[in-house]
């Protein structure tokens, strides 16, 4: 984490369907917040209602320097900030950019959640095996990891920290 007075944006986990109040929240204490959401119709036998449906359901995202994350913790709607290795994630301004953009263009578009499931193929990213391809074998919560030798039909099975490996995403 930055322990400067430089802003980042970090994703925020909120509790459950609390993403509006906690924008809401967070802008009354001037906080810079983007919650990312799209207006659907809803239809019941006696009327239909549009309401604000969130992209990324529980979370949002914020845009603050080091002295204001205790602001966002204290913040009524809060859960936790999305981490890596127990420290806050810089989500990258391109990326929030890409994010409003897509929103505000003519493009169809959904979001859909990349999952890790049994066959994901993944790059080990610490430890002694840094840097070598892997295949997961079992789901996401074990991560089980597979390192195949296809020439002699043999694989050696182990376990990493999600933190030590990370997706190759394809297509």
Avoid at 33 to 47: G, H, K, L
Avoid at 87 to 116: F, G, R
Avoid at 127 to 134: D, E, V
Wanted: proline fraction near 6%; charge should be positive.
């Amino acid at each position: 984490m930055d322990h400067n007075n430089k802003r980042n944006w970090y994703a925020v986990y909120t509790r459950a369907n609390c993403e509006a109040k906690l924008a809401v929240g967070l802008t009354d204490r001037n906080v810079e917040a983007f919650y990312p959401a799209t207006e659907e119709t809803r239809f019941w036998s006696d009327r239909k209602k549009k309401s604000k449906v969130p992209v990324f359901p529980s979370y949002i995202f914020v845009y603050i320097n080091h002295d204001e994350f205790y602001q966002v913790k204290t913040t009524p709607g809060f859960s936790h900030f999305v981490s890596l290795k127990n420290e806050p994630t810089v989500i990258p301004e391109s990326q929030i950019s890409a994010v409003k953009q897509l929103m505000h263009s003519n493009y169809q578009w959904q979001a859909k959640t990349k999952t890790l499931s049994k066959g994901t193929p993944i790059e080990i990213t610490e430890g002694p095996l840094q840097g070598y391809m892997g295949v997961l074998v079992a789901d996401a919560t074990q991560n089980n990891v597979a390192i195949e030798i296809p020439a002699l039909c043999k694989a050696m099975v182990f376990t990493l920290k999600q933190y030590q490996f990370k997706p190759v995403w394809t297509g």
